[in-house]
T-cell receptor, first 113, second 116 residues
Framework: KQEVTQIPAALSVPEGENLVLNCSFT??????LQWFRQDPGKGLTSLLL?????REQTSGRLNASLDKSSGRSTLYIAASQPGDSATYLC????????????FGTGTRLLVSP | GAGVSQSPRYKVAKRGQDVALRCDPI?????LFWYQQALGQGPEFLTY????????KSGLPSDRFFAERPEGSVSTLKIQRTQQEDSAVYLC??????????????FGDGTRLSIL
């Protein structure tokens, strides 16, 4: 059974810091890995999707890497801002099961001004 | 609308009542997913539709949970004889092409269900 783990569970940083969120998964048979952002009381916003054949994806201040063989992904946020405060979720899309997503429990990020 | 729409946003029901949660996916999206998110946890898969066909219902926690998408667009998740452990946020997601596994899923804001 695929299991996804995210560390740390919570992170508090001052504005301007660069930071790394970690995600690990137990089964490398995935189609892709996605990073989502969730604001309180809201749904999920897709940030980055890395296909299983890719090593990384970038969008603005965000960079996500994927090492499928070791079952790891990182989300790097450069020059953090208070507006980045949210919960960040990592999810893998299974090869079996019509690409349903298996999620980690998230990292709750607080960026202080 | 441009995004996935879910209604109601909040639902309070007494234990034992039946509830129905609605999802309007992005127009033209073939794939539709339902997830359940408990407080402080990541979402967990419930069921998947490709057009009107329910192809995977392996995540439904009991036979009290039923989902349908009769015309391949709007979907309804029904929970019968609700119990307190059903309290959670129910999220709906859609994606554009079932054959292209690298299309992202687009999520609605969810329905927060509270069972008293």
């Amino acid at each position: 059974k695929q299991e996804v783990t995210q560390i740390p569970a919570a992170l508090s940083v001052p504005e301007g810091e660069n930071l790394v969120l970690n995600c690990s998964f137990t089964d490398s048979a995935i189609y892709n890995l996605q990073w989502f952002r969730q604001d309180p009381g809201k749904g999920l916003t897709s940030l980055l999707l890395i296909q299983s054949s890719q090593r990384e994806q970038t969008s603005g201040r965000l960079n996500a890497s994927l090492d499928k063989s070791s079952g790891r992904s990182t989300l790097y946020i450069a020059a953090s801002q208070p507006g980045d405060s949210a919960t960040y979720l990592c999810a893998v899309s299974l090869v079996t099961g019509f690409q349903k997503l298996v999620f980690g429990t998230g990292t709750r990020l607080l960026v202080s001004p | 609308g441009a995004g996935v729409s879910q209604s109601p946003r909040y639902k309070v029901a007494k234990r034992g009542q039946d509830v129905a949660l609605r999802c309007d996916p992005i127009s033209g999206h073939v794939s539709l997913f339902w997830y359940q998110q408990a407080l402080g946890q990541g979402p967990e898969f419930l069921t998947y539709f490709q057009n009107e066909a329910q192809l995977d219902k392996s995540g439904l926690p009991s036979d009290r949970f039923f989902a349908e998408r009769p015309e391949g667009s709007v979907s309804t998740l029904k929970i019968q004889r609700t119990q307190q452990e059903d309290s959670a946020v129910y999220l709906c997601a859609s994606s554009s092409d079932a054959r292209n596994s690298n299309q992202p899923q687009h999520f609605g804001d969810g329905t927060r269900l509270s069972i008293l």
